[in-house]
C-alpha cells in the first residue's frame, strides 16, 4: 500500500495557513514579546513560591504558603509524574502564546468538520469562524487561558465521538481519548462540564434516529467504546481528577458548614457556590443581538467613543480641557447591559449568523436537530436569573448534579459558539451539493435575507420604541452627561446594526450570483472567508490587539519589590503579610508573590480560610491576625508604603492551657472574634472522633474543656521549614497541647513525633493542633498527598494501556486498508 503524498498535502497547506494567521493576528510574540493578561499576572504571583521551590530542588510541592495562609497547588499548575497526556498537549502548543490557543481554535474546528465529511476547505473557513469569535480572542487577552485551552479541544472531542457514531470505530475511539484526554489536561473543568451538555444532547438525538432507522446496536456498540475511550481519558489524567476532587470539598464550591453569614443573618446552606454568585453574570434578553450586531448594547464596560462623540462635546462644555475630555472619551461608559463587568460584546458574526439562518431551512436530519438543540440550550441557562427563564437555571442548580460548582452561567455560550459556525458550514454544503433544487435554495435565501436583513432594518426603525439606551451605572452621574452617552450608545447602535445589514448582503449576493452561476463553488469559498475574516477581525482588533503586548520582562515578573517590600524580606524567619497598602488591593498576589501573604487571587479558595476572611480577616481582628503568625502589614499614609511590625504575632508555634469544645462551626467562628488565642483553642463537635482519639494521655475531660498546665519554661520552636515541610522542637515538663500557625487540610498533612506517625486536629477553625507529650521532642509536618502517588500510578497503568491499544489500531487500520 502506497502513501499518497499528494492526498495529505491540502490539510498540511490548511495547517501551515492556520500557523501563519495565529502568528499574524499575534504578530508581536515573532518580537519576542508576551501579551499582558490580567489573570496570568495573578496566577504568577499565586505561584512564584513553589517555581522558586522547583528551581531550588529539582522537585514539586503539592502545598504552597505564599496565598491565603496556605492551600495545595492542585490548582496552580502542579506538574504530576507519568502526566504524558500534557507532554503531547504541548507538543500541539509549539508556538508562542496566546497564538498557540488560536491555532488550537483553528486545528480542533477543523477536525470537526472534516470528521463530519466535509472537504477541507469548508472546513478550513469553518475554522476561522470559529476561531476568530470575538468571545474566544477576548478571554485570551484577559488571561482566561485554562478557558480557552478547554474550548480549543471542545470540537476534536466531538470530532472522535462522531466518527464512532459514523462505525469509524478505531479511528474514533483513539481520537475521543487522545481529545478528552487533552481536554481534561486543559483543567478548566466548567467549559469540560458544559461539553458534556452538547454530547448528551448528540447522544440524545443519535439515540432517537438510530430508533428510527432500526440501528440501535450500533448506537449502543458505540455508546460502550465511547465509554471505554472516557474512562482511559480520564485515567491518563488520574492525578489532576483525583486531586481536584479531593480539594474542592475543602473548598469554596464544597458544603459549608456555617449556617450564618459575618453580619450574623442566616445563610442559605448549599453544596456548592451561593445562588447569587452563579448568576451574578447572566445574559439579558435584548443582550442576545450582541451575537449579530456587536456593540448592540455599546460593547464592553469601557469604549474608545472619539473625539467626535457628544460624551466628548459634553465634557468640553462641562469645563474639561479638550487633553481631559479626550482620555474621558476613550474610557467611555457605553455598556448598558445588566451584567457587573463586559470587556467586550461576545459577538459570533453577522456573517457565520446568517449562514446559521440559511441553515436551518437547508440542513436536514439528525445534525441540524443537536446544533439548534444546543444552540438553544446553551443560550436559555445563559440568561441565569433573567426572567422569565430564571427558573430553568433555578432548576440546574437545584437538581443537575455539579452544576452549583460554577459561576458565570454566560459561560455556557460557548456551546452556541461552537453550534452555530457548524450549521453555517453545512449551509454551504448543502448550497453547493445537487440534494436540493435552485427553486429551494433560492426560497431559503429569500427567507434568511428577511429574517437577518429585516431585523436590522426594524431595529434601525423602532430602536427607541424598544430600547430606552440607559444603564443603572448612570446613576449619580450629571443629566446632561446622561443624554451624551445615550446618544453616543443610538450611534454605536445605528453604525454596527448598518454594518451587520451590509455584511448580510453581501453575503447573500455571494450566494445569490453562484446561484445564478455568476460565480464559480471556489470564488464563493474565497468570498465567505473575505467576509468572515473581515467581520470578526476588524471587531476582535478593538479588544484585543498589538497594544496589549509588553517586553517579555513585565509579564515574567510583573511584580517589583516596593521599599516595604524590601525591608520585610529581610527577616528570614517563617511569617505572614497582610497588605493592606492601595497597591496590594488593586493586586491581591502581589504580596503572594514575594512574602506569605494572607491574601490572593483563586477561584476555589479553601472554604474555610474564606469564612474567616470574610468574618474576622475583612474586619481587621487582631486575635486572628495575631494567631495566623502576621508577623508584618504592609500599610500606607498619604501615599507613603511602610511595613508595620507587629509584635503581638503569636509565632509559629505555641503551647496552649484550655481547649474547649464548641456544638457548631457557628459558634467556633464567632469565638475567634474575642478569643484569647495564646492561651486558649476552640474545636466542634465535627472533630470529636479525631479530638477524643487523638489525646490519648490526657485522663479526663471536663464538660467539654481540657485544661492543660503551662509553665514558664514550656517552648516550641520552628527549626525547619519549606512550603511542604516543618520541623519544631518542644521542651515542656508537662503533658501539653500545641497550636500550630498553619492551616489544617486533612488530606496530606501527616505529623510525626520524634519519627512516629501521631494524629494531628483542627482548632481554631483553620488551624492545627497537636497534644505534645512531657519532655523533649521533634515535631514534623510533612505534606505527603497520598492521591498524587495513587493518581500517578493509574495514569501510569492508563498510558500504556493506551500506548498498546494505540498501535493495535494502527495495526489493524493499516490491516483492513491492505485487504480492501
Known amino acids: 500500500m502506497s502513501f499518497s503524498f499528494k492526498r495529505i498535502l491540502p490539510h498540511i497547506l490548511v495547517l501551515i495557513g492556520f500557523v501563519v494567521l495565529s502568528l499574524a493576528y499575534f504578530s508581536p510574540v515573532l ?11 495573578h496566577y504568577i504571583g499565586m505561584a512564584q513560591q513553589q517555581k522558586d521551590f522547583a528551581q531550588a530542588t529539582g522537585e514539586e510541592t503539592y502545598w504552597t504558603n505564599s496565598a491565603f495562609g496556605g492551600m495545595p497547588t492542585y490548582q496552580l499548575g502542579a506538574q504530576y509524574p507519568h502526566n504524558y497526556i ?56 484577559v488571561g482566561h487561558n485554562a478557558k480557552a485551552h478547554a474550548i480549543a479541544y471542545m470540537p476534536m472531542v466531538l470530532a472522535g465521538i462522531i466518527l464512532t457514531f459514523r462505525k469509524k470505530y478505531i479511528l474514533g475511539f483513539l481520537l475521543t481519548v487522545v481529545a478528552l484526554g487533552l481536554e481534561i489536561v486543559a483543567n478548566h473543568f466548567q467549559m469540560t462540564y458544559y461539553l458534556l451538555f452538547l454530547v448528551i444532547i448528540l447522544g440524545i438525538v443519535y439515540l432517537i434516529d438510530a430508533y428510527r432507522k432500526q440501528v440501535l446496536p450500533h448506537f449502543f456498540k458505540s455508546v460502550g467504546l465511547l465509554t471505554i475511550a472516557a474512562l482511559l481519558a480520564v485515567g491518563l489524567n488520574a492525578t489532576n481528577l483525583m486531586a481536584t476532587q479531593e480539594y474542592a470539598k475543602e473548598s469554596t464550591r464544597g458544603k459549608s458548614e456555617l ?36 456593540r448592540f448594547m455599546g460593547g464592553g464596560n469601557t469604549e474608545d467613543i472619539g473625539k467626535n462623540s457628544e460624551t466628548y462635546k459634553t465634557y468640553v462644555t462641562m469645563g474639561a480641557s479638550p487633553i481631559e475630555a479626550l482620555d474621558l472619551a476613550k474610557n467611555a461608559p457605553m455598556y448598558w447591559g445588566n451584567q457587573p463587568i463586559v470587556e467586550a460584546p461576545a459577538y459570533v458574526g453577522a456573517v457565520i449568523l446568517f449562514l446559521f439562518v440559511l441553515g436551518l431551512f437547508l440542513v436536514k436530519g439528525r445534525l441540524k436537530w443537536w446544533l439548534v438543540a444546543g444552540t438553544v440550550f446553551s443560550l436559555l441557562l445563559s440568561y441565569g436569573k433573567t ?7 433555578n432548576f440546574f442548580i437545584d437538581n443537575v448534579p ?15 459558539e461552537l453550534c452555530i459556525p457548524v450549521l453555517g458550514i453545512f449551509a454551504l454544503v448543502r448550497l453547493f451539493n445537487e440534494f436540493e433544487k435552485e427553486e429551494h435554495k433560492l426560497k431559503a435565501l429569500k427567507y434568511s435575507v428577511a429574517i437577518t436583513g429585516g431585523l436590522c432594518v426594524v431595529f434601525l426603525l423602532f430602536k427607541s420604541v424598544f430600547f430606552d439606551f440607559e444603564s443603572f451605572r448612570d446613576q449619580g452621574i450629571p443629566d446632561m452627561l446622561v443624554k451624551a452617552l445615550i446618544e453616543d450608545r443610538k450611534s454605536l447602535f445605528n453604525t454596527d446594526t448598518i454594518r451587520s445589514l451590509v455584511l448580510v448582503l453581501l453575503s447573500a449576493g455571494a450566494i445569490y450570483l453562484f446561484l445564478k452561476k455568476k460565480l464559480s463553488q471556489n470564488l464563493v469559498v474565497v468570498a465567505f472567508a473575505v467576509l468572515i475574516i473581515f467581520d470578526l477581525v476588524v471587531v476582535d482588533k478593538k479588544y484585543v490587539n498589538n497594544e496589549d503586548f509588553v517586553s517579555a520582562i513585565k509579564v515574567d515578573r510583573p511584580y517589583q519589590p516596593n521599599a516595604a517590600d524590601k525591608e520585610i524580606l529581610k527577616d528570614k524567619g517563617h511569617y505572614r503579610v497582610l497588605d493592606m497598602s492601595t497597591q496590594g488591593q488593586r493586586q491581591p498576589a502581589r504580596a503572594a508573590y514575594f512574602h506569605n501573604s494572607l491574601f490572593g487571587y483563586h477561584a476555589a479558595k479553601l472554604g474555610r480560610y474564606n469564612d474567616l ?11 486572628v491576625l495575631n494567631m495566623l503568625n502576621t508577623k508584618y502589614i504592609i500599610a500606607e499614609d498619604q501615599g507613603q508604603i511602610f511595613p508595620y511590625d507587629n509584635p503581638d ?27 484569647d ?84 486536629i483542627r482548632v481554631n477553625y483553620v488551624l492545627r493542633g497537636m497534644e505534645i507529650p512531657a519532655g523533649k521532642h521533634t515535631i514534623e509536618f510533612k505534606f505527603e498527598p497520598q492521591v498524587v502517588e495513587t493518581g500517578s500510578k493509574i495514569a501510569l497503568a492508563s498510558s500504556a494501556i493506551f500506548g498498546v491499544l494505540l498501535l493495535l489500531g494502527v495495526f489493524f487500520q493499516f490491516k483492513k486498508k491492505k485487504e480492501v
Not at 387 to 393: K, Y
Not at 402 to 414: E, G, H, M, N, P
Not at 613 to 623: A, D, L, R, S, T
Not at 722 to 750: H, L, M, Q, R, T
Request: aromatic fraction near 16%; avoid cysteine; hydrophobic fraction near 40%.
Open 86 to 141: 500534557k507532554k503531547l498537549d504541548l507538543a500541539l502548543r509549539f508556538i508562542p502564546r496566546p497564538a498557540d490557543y488560536l491555532f488550537l481554535y483553528f486545528l480542533g474546528f477543523y477536525i470537526l468538520l472534516l470528521s463530519l465529511k466535509v472537504d477541507f476547505k469548508l472546513s478550513a473557513l469553518g475554522a476561522l469562524a470559529f476561531g476568530f469569535s470575538t468571545y474566544l480572542i477576548i478571554i485570551l487577552g
Open 259 to 294: 449556617t450564618i453569614k459575618s453580619d450574623g443573618s442566616e445563610k442559605e446552606v448549599t453544596t456548592g457556590l451561593d445562588k447569587d454568585y452563579i448568576t451574578e453574570y447572566s445574559y439579558g434578553l435584548a443582550e442576545t443581538f450582541n451575537l449579530f450586531i456587536p
Open 649 to 675: 504575632a503569636n509565632g509559629n508555634a505555641w503551647f496552649v492551657s484550655e481547649l474547649e469544645e464548641l456544638p457548631s462551626a457557628n459558634e467556633e467562628i464567632k469565638a475567634l472574634g474575642s478569643l
Open 387 to 393: 426572567e422569565p427563564f430564571s427558573f430553568i437555571t
Open 677 to 760: 488565642t495564646k492561651n486558649k483553642a476552640v474545636l466542634t463537635y465535627s472533630s470529636n472522633e479525631v479530638f477524643d482519639n487523638s489525646l490519648q494521655t490526657t485522663p479526663t475531660k471536663v464538660i467539654g474543656k481540657l485544661k492543660f498546665k503551662v509553665d514558664s519554661t514550656a517552648s516550641i520552636k520552628l527549626k525547619e521549614f519549606k512550603p511542604n515541610y516543618f520541623k519544631y522542637e518542644s521542651n515542656n515538663a508537662n503533658n501539653g497541647f500545641a497550636v500550630f500557625s498553619e492551616i489544617y487540610y486533612k488530606d496530606g498533612w501527616n505529623a510525626y513525633i520524634d519519627g512516629d506517625l501521631k494524629p494531628h
Open 613 to 623: 476572611m470574610e468574618f474576622h480577616i475583612y474586619n481587621n481582628n487582631m486575635n
Open 402 to 416: 455539579l452544576y452549583d460548582k460554577f459561576r458565570a452561567v454566560t459561560s455556557i455560550q460557548v456551546l452556541l
Open 31 to 41: 518580537q519576542g514579546k508576551k501579551i499582558f493578561q490580567s489573570d496570568i499576572m
